[in-house]
């Protein structure tokens, strides 16, 4: 709004606004595919995708500018490119793990309106932080010119040890959380956020002073050249001192919030969110009117600073809710068991007699519980897409595992008939086996336990006659076409 003024500059906005405006659903199909591949246990390529938006940046900066009647259009365009190039390193990926399939739209299915329900409050929930710097861009462009400059180039100081550390760890816990979460096993669970925020801490707490010592150094060394001048240097230093107190808060945020998410619980991450929110402006109006009466010029600081307390209200809150359920908190002291005080000396009696010897221990042979799945029923004859049916199959056996805590291995055999080559049925075994594999682990059973293996005709349950490719030939081999799901483990006691 702040723009009107100078109706060059809010054309210039206008058109930028425009040009960027496709960003956001390559952004939404990346960040979708992102979480796809991270369910499955993927961080690697969704983590480097970022990346390609910076090197897109500079390189629009580079190369593009001499050929912009406005050079800083030249940003718009990358932008749009690095949207085009974040989703499309992904897709191969996503084509390797059979995940790239026809769209389908059924508002009806209950896993899209569950998705729905829990999706509509988490979007506030993980849109605290923008909301915020739309606001405060929003106040700085009534402010002196640079101030919306000198914001966002302190704000993208602070994101890089949240994107370093935070934002890693946030994404890799969650499924390890919701995993945990459906074993229902609230201690490792606590032991896995405990292990996140002291991660956070130790690397938040350095961090944090390092950007108030050095705020000025950094922003010359990174930023001053060209139109960006010394002045701008220390507006924008001024501004990263302000903001460098907020950054373990908005690290300790994507640890937290995890936190419910893996529980399906997105209303108290959106009642946290919507006083962050209400924290930001009411700071923002008292520290304006503060800087106002004192007659400070950089009034911009005010909004770091509301930024910084914002950040800390939604971590403060959502730690507080943590803890009062009972879910996490610091510190947390070991149970101790009490020892028992010393009884007093017994009186001299005439000895008992020696107790006869225990008897030995009943040792425990290794529990095996092998359960086979016919081919056709997963697949279909010859196909890797796993079926209807099928996945019923997968779903009974995935809660047998999750029930039996004690299985310590799962071993995933996928067996093919002798039609076709020996390369062809090896590969198709190993495929079928893999995707089961990557089935039980979406549906909460610990991937680390889980070890697909084909073995392709090698292991025939029937031997048939014949070489031609018949009906009656195909009728015959079909016992022979299965994927085995092995479960082994050894029960602490007794034993069957």
Known sequence: PGFHSDPEKFALATNMFRLTIPYLLFMSLTAFASSILNSYGSFSTPAFAPVLLNAAMIAGALWLTPYMAEPIMALGWSVIIAGILQLAIQIPELWRKNLLIPPKIDFKHEGVDRIMKLMLPALFGVSVTQINLLLNT????????????????????????????????????????????????????????????????MAGLPASVALFMLSTPIIQALFERGQFTFEDTQMTALALQCMSGGVIAFMLIKVFAPGFYAKQDTRTPVRVGLMAVAANAIL??????????????????????????????????????????????????????????????????????????????????????????????LFGFDKA???????????????????????????????????????YNQKLSERRANLVKDYLAAQGVDPSIIEAVGKGESDPVVQCTGNKKTKKLIECLQPNRRVTIQAEGQKETGCN
């Not at 890089?160 to 669970?189: C, D």
């Not at 005080?341 to 042979?365: G, N, R, S």
């Not at 049916?389 to 093919?416: C, Q, R």
């Open 385 to 423: 897409n796993i079926s209807d049916e099928g996945k019923e199959a997968l779903n009974d056996a995935a809660a047998k595992i999750k029930a039996n805590p004690e299985l310590k291995a799962v071993i995933v055999t996928g067996h093919t008939d002798r039609i076709g080559s020996d390369a």
């Open 138 to 201: 929003i106040w700085a462009s009534f402010m002196q010119d640079g101030s919306v400059s000198w914001l966002y180039s302190a704000e993208r100081m602070t994101e890089l040890p949240l994107g370093l550390i935070g934002v890693a760890i946030g994404t890799v816990i969650l499924p390890s959380l919701s995993a945990r979460h459906t074993e229902q096993n609230p201690e490792k669970f606590r032991g896995m956020m405990d292990w996140a925020a002291k991660v956070i801490v």
């Open 284 to 377: 923002n109006v008292i520290f304006i009117g503060f800087f106002k009466l004192i007659g400070w010029e950089a009034e911009h600081m005010a909004l770091a600073l509301a930024s910084t307390g914002s950040a800390m209200v939604n971590a403060g809150l959502l730690y507080y809710y943590l803890h009062k359920r009972d879910i996490f908190r610091f510190g947390a002291p070991a149970p101790v068991v009490a020892e028992a005080a010393p009884e007093p000396a017994p009186i001299a009696a005439a000895p008992e007699p020696a107790p006869a010897p225990a008897p030995e221990p009943v040792k425990c042979t290794p529990q095996v519980d092998t359960i086979t799945v016919g081919a056709e029923k």
